[in-house]
């Protein structure tokens, strides 16, 4: 239950269904659902997610070891801000948070990115 789509040249608006994903939904909206939440403009950058993911985790890593938790990074690591805050990484169940990454992934897999310099900004809104 998530949605994309372009409102004007180069900007996507993407609606996240959060009661759909459970603990994962609502750590995206406590954490992108203000106004003003820190995070200035957020831009898909595809480039170098796995690096960003790795780092915004591992301080956290093997804490929720043989439980059925996840770490949910928020805003994701196909992300980069121009705000000064960090990711929010939670421990969330897991099948919510796969079942948000990969409906977020599919709704945004229009938005081609062919280079690092060609970026599209994302402003999100939570139903």
């Given at each position: 239950?998530?949605?994309a ?5 180069g900007?996507v ?16 909206k406590k ?6 939440h820190?995070y ?10 796995d ?6 985790i ?27 805050e960090?990711?929010s990484?939670e421990?969330?169940?897991y099948?919510?948070n796969r ?7 599919y709704?945004l ?12 900004e ?5 139903a």
């Open positions: 239950m998530v949605t789509r372009e409102i004007v040249p900007v608006e993407v609606v996240i269904h959060y009661r759909a994903y459970g603990d994962a939904g609502q750590h995206w954490v992108l659902g203000r106004a003003n820190g200035g403009q957020i831009y898909i950058e595809r480039f170098g997610a690096a960003r993911r790795r780092d915004n591992w301080p956290m890593k093997g804490l929720y070891k043989g439980q059925p938790a996840d770490l949910d990074e928020c805003p994701g690591a196909m992300f980069i801000w121009t705000g000064d960090e990711a990484v421990p969330v169940f099948f919510n079942a948000l990454g990969s409906d977020l992934g709704a897999s229009p938005f081609e990115q062919r280079s690092r310099d060609m970026l599209w994302v402003r999100f809104r939570f």
